[in-house]
């Protein structure tokens, strides 16, 4: 790796964007103002609703976003970027506005979970930094609330780290896992940045060092208070589970005895075995970990064969993302400033219809009944509009029309909050972790149970205001006369 007396996180971007930039500063471009919108256009894992995560370190990225002495040098080595566009970029700041979700916020599938308004560079230069930390934190926030949905109310640790995508993955993964519904994680710095609660037991090569079970066992139990024995490493029936027995009961008050952890063979025969065992010995509370490739459908699968596990330890599968390594959000411009120096919506059409997007700068609000504060569904609007002054709201399908229904007696909540304005910060809470977990267990309650089972969910409604769904059809019609008319030209 080369070493470089700075860095900085203005190069983490495609090189595309910075080639924009640079046809935008050289046309004139460059401080037009646009906005840019992300949204996902499918939940993650087939899931019902996914849990946004990333604000955090997403206002971190552009409240620091400078390029460096070593980047503007570097650029000049492996680009023909002119002098006066590097001098641009040494004197680049972000001075765009943004709104966002809160982390947290239960979201759906095709409504912007961040909008950027700014110079046409500066949103441009960001996409990919932005994305990366969205996609990414989104995805297993989303992973970990699915576990969480099988499990009840069984502890849930993340052990992920060793395995996941390098170092910042499994510390900003296990962030999100904490507020997607995990009750700690066994990264000890993520415990320490992020004021997670952390756990850990002990690994088989600590068994293997001793040569027995017992060995191991008294040992750890003469060095610690808490203790969780690990009872496979020879044979869990017949050494491990008798070994933590004897040694709990040797130790008496010296030691809390925790409880017994088994990380391969059949997990629900031995947890019955196991928990026989232990009730015999008079260690009614002494609870059963379980690890070893986990997941959301083999933990459910495990609690419908009766398993008699009290805390699941959940590493690979969750902070890799297993079963769906991406999420797919995207950041589309919404609308560009005119000659008039006017903010007009602007679109893009796809052979793929939805690949299509929806024009304008718009606000998401969470349409919620008053009579029992359940959710009704999202309903997109421009962000001109505001639909607290209505007494209706007639709510329909974006492509099925005749899915709709009038909403009256509702509250509406919008969902996208201002954290930066021209630049300054103005979201400037930082809610600790334990306040956005909260809150995003608050915000998934409202969501009837049939959007949040984990087989084949109904789908949240997630619908267009009028005049927002009117303004896409009329954009698709202009920018078709649009093409036909070049083309018709083209012809003659
Ligand atoms: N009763 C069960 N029903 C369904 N799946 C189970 C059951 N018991 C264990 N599993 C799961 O089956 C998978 C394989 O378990 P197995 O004990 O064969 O692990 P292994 O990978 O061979 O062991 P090791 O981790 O030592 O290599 C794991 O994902 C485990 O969580
Ligand atoms: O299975 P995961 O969900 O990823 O949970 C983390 C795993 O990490 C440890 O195993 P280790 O890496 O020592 O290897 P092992 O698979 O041989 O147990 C632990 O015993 C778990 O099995
Ligand atoms: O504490 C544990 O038991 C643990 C932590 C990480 C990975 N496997 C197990």
Redesign the pocket.
Known sequence: MNNYADDSLALHTDLYEINMMKTYWETGKAEQRAVFEVYFRKHPFNNGYAIFTGLERVINYLENLAFSETDIAYLREVTDYPEEFLDYLKNFKFKGSVRSMLEGEVCFANEPLMQIEGTLAECQLIETAILNIINFQTLIATKASRVRNVCGDDKLSE??S??AQELDASLWGTRAAYIGGFDSTSNVRAGKLFDLPISGTH??AMVQAFRSDYDAFKSYAKTHKDCVF?VDTYDTLRSGVPNAIRVAREMGDQINFVGV?I??GDITYLSKQIRQMLDEAGFEDAIIVA?????EKTILNLKMQGAKIDSW???????TAYDQPALGAVYKLCAIEDDNGELVPTMKISSSPEKTTTPGKKQVWRIMRNSDGKSEGDYVTFDTEDPREEDSIFMFHPTYHYINKTVKNFTARPVLHTIFQDGVLEYDVHPDVHTIKQYSADSLDLLWNEYKRMLNPEPYPVDLSQDLYDSKVASIQAIKKRVNAIKDNEEE
Request: charged letters at 25%.
């Open positions: 052990f992920g060793r395995r690994a088989h690990l952890r990380d391969s690890s070893n490739d986990l997941d330890g959940v590493g690979t599968q969750l902070i």
